[in-house]
């Protein structure tokens, strides 16, 4: 019987060494190496103060900023309870919220049809990115907040589109938290 357990035992603590600790940590050092930004969390740094990650969505409530798709986590954004609502297409919970949302979109931008990534969650509940028709949606009343043209808001929306991956995979897609650095960063005019 010894035999048989003390290769099994060896194996066991042989594997744990080489999958618990090895690999994990050559892996950390490969990517920190490579790639150190992502391997840190994909962090934004402004005045020497985290106030984001490229990855994951934050919740921006005021007029004055673009707003991101609706978050299923509670509370809103929290990557620690990433996950859909897991509501399904014909739950009245969801057909309720998706109504109240369109309509309150509605009054901000009446006559537009209002993109659908901005009264639908997304599979994770965290994502940081919308649709440009989602961010050129929002332009009159970010522009009207905060006292710039329309033109202005809307050129900056146009800098920060991203294309697809090698031209072939994902769709465009704005940043949420990029944009509204670069709208606060842009100059108010003077009245």
Known sequence: MLAQ?????????????LTGIVYPFAIEGVSQALFPHQANGSLIVKDGKVVGSDVIGQSFTSAKYFHGRPSATSPAY????????????TSKALVDRVKGDTAKLHKENPG?????DLVTTSASGVDPD??????????????????????????????????????????????????????????????
């Open 78 to 89: 929290d990557a620690s309870n990433s996950s859909a609502s897991n509501y399904a297409p």
């Open 5 to 17: 357990i003390r290769p099994a035992l060896v194996l066991l603590v042989l594997m744990t060494l």
């Open 112 to 116: 537009t049809p209002v993109p659908v």
């Open 130 to 191: 919308i649709t440009p028709a989602a961010a050129y949606f929002q332009v009159p009343r970010v522009a009207q907040t905060r006292h710039l043209s329309e033109a202005a808001v809307r050129a900056l929306v146009d800098e920060h589109v991203e294309g697809r991956l090698f031209g072939l995979i994902g769709e465009p897609h704005v940043n949420v938290l990029q944009l509204n650095l670069a709208l606060d960063a842009m100059q108010t005019p003077a009245h």
